[in-house]
């Protein structure tokens, strides 16, 4: 079993950063792909980052070069360092995480408000 715990929402102006943390605990070595989803009425559900076991990232389009995903030795937390924030950048953000035997798991989701 794995819990994940979100944090470091808020609202920030246009153009102002957040960093959000994703603390993992549990059975965190069975854990091989952990990342950042953004949910709104609009938009429903989409992939922002992840970053494999092995370190390897990938970002949707419309954040690259303003998002960073990394973690720490342990794997125990990971971060999504947001720049450069744009009002479209509004959501929900919800840390999953999935493991060697394909079970997945959330976070109880952070809010994310950009004002312009």
């Known amino acids: 079993q794995v819990q994940l715990v979100d944090s470091g929402g808020g609202l920030v102006q246009a153009g102002g950063s957040l960093r959000l943390s994703c603390a993992a605990s549990?059975?965190?070595?069975?854990?091989?792909?952990m990342g950042w989803y953004r949910q709104t009425p609009g938009n429903g559900r989409e992939l922002v980052a992840t970053?494999?076991?092995?370190?390897?990232?990938n970002y949707l389009d419309s954040v690259k070069g303003r998002f960073t995903i990394s973690r720490d030795n342990a794997k125990k937390t990971v971060y999504l360092q947001m720049n450069n924030l744009k009002p479209e950048d509004t959501a929900v953000y919800y840390c999953?995480?999935?493991?060697?035997?394909?079970?997945?798991?959330w976070g109880q989701g952070t809010q994310v408000t950009v004002s312009s």
């Open positions: 999953h995480s999935q493991t060697y035997g394909f079970r997945n798991y």
């Open positions: 549990g059975s965190i070595s069975t854990i091989n792909v």
């Open positions: 970053i494999t076991s092995g370190g390897s990232t």
